[in-house]
Every structure is written in structure tokens, then in C-alpha cells.
């Protein structure tokens, strides 16, 4: 799953502009294509500064890396900070909260795992259920490209 997210003028909202998600196994080789295709698509609409992935997938991420500078895309990936998910999931639902979180209605799996995800009952704290039964993979994705920009969303948001 990769997530193109961008922000309104002084961090007021976050916008999920673009999304890619493919269930099933592909090779290496079909994820490096797609994912170039999907940052030529994202770079020619916006201005991209940053790719995060998942700091976990090393060798995915040095594949992707080389695919990029194969195809003259001058982006670096950077690994995704990855911090408690459920400071994630509730700084998401803050901004939902306050009307500062918007999606492309052509984000539809971003939409979906949205609406899917629930806690997981077996557990005693709040914890995002993982099992394989709701889509994951995209709210992790979406996560990690607004991690960074947590403090300037929550305490720059409201700059006039």
C-alpha cells in the first residue's frame, strides 16, 4: 500500500490525495514499476518532498530506492518513524475530530480500512486488530507519510 498525503497552507489539514493498494502476491519487480508509476503520478500533480516506508522492510526499501534512481525519480525513501500505533490512531481521529482530515473519494481502500478497522477484543489496551481480517496495510501507509508532520499539524494547525 503507499499513500500520497499533503497538507493545506500552515498544517490546517491533512488531504489523502492518492493511494495504490494490491492484495496477493506480485514480484519485486511489479511493486518497483508500480510504485514508480504511482510517484510519477503523485510528483506531477504536487510537490513531494518525502517517501516513508515501513522501517521493517529494508530490502524492499533498497529495491524501491534503486527502481526510483533507475527511472531518474531524484527522491530518497526514508524509514518511517513508526511510533506507538495508538498515538497514530489517535492523533487521526483528533483531526477527524476537528474537521482537518480529508480524503480523495478516489481513495477508496484508504476509505474502506478506515471504516474496517476495530480493536482487537482478545486484547486488554487499545489495539488496532492485525489478524488479516481488515485492511491493515493502507492505514499504516497512510500513517507513515503524515508521522512526521504530527507536532506542526496539532500545534501549527491553527497559525492565521
Known amino acids: 500500500a503507499?499513500?500520497?498525503?499533503?497538507?493545506?497552507t500552515n498544517f490546517k489539514q491533512i488531504v489523502k490525495l492518492e493511494e495504490y493498494y494490491k492484495q496477493g502476491i506480485i514480484s519485486p519487480d511489479e511493486l518497483a514499476a508500480d510504485f514508480v508509476d504511482f510517484v510519477r503520478m503523485c510528483t506531477k500533480k504536487w510537490r513531494v518532498?518525502?517517501?516513508?516506508?515501513?522501517?521493517?522492510?529494508?530490502?524492499?526499501?533498497a529495491g524501491l530506492?534503486?527502481?526510483l534512481l533507475k527511472a531518474g525519480i531524484m527522491?530518497?525513501?526514508?524509514n518511517a518513524i513508526k511510533g506507538p500505533i495508538i498515538e497514530r490512531i489517535r492523533f487521526d481521529q483528533t483531526m477527524m475530530g476537528q474537521g482537518r482530515y480529508k480524503i480523495m473519494r478516489h481513495c477508496t481502500r484508504l476509505i474502506e480500512a478506515l471504516q474496517s478497522a476495530v480493536w482487537d477484543d482478545k486484547k486488554q489496551d487499545?489495539?488496532?486488530?492485525d489478524d488479516g481480517t481488515t485492511m491493515i496495510d493502507p492505514l499504516d501507509a497512510s500513517e507513515y507519510s503524515t508521522e512526521p508532520f504530527i507536532d506542526d499539524l496539532m500545534y501549527g494547525g491553527f497559525a492565521a
Do not use: H, M, N, Y
Open 65 to 67: 530506492q534503486k527502481a
Open 49 to 61: 518532498i518525502e517517501i516513508r516506508a515501513d522501517s521493517a522492510e529494508q530490502v524492499l526499501i
Open 75 to 78: 527522491l530518497e525513501i526514508t
Open 2 to 8: 503507499f499513500v500520497c498525503s499533503g497538507f493545506t
Open 126 to 129: 487499545d489495539v488496532r486488530l
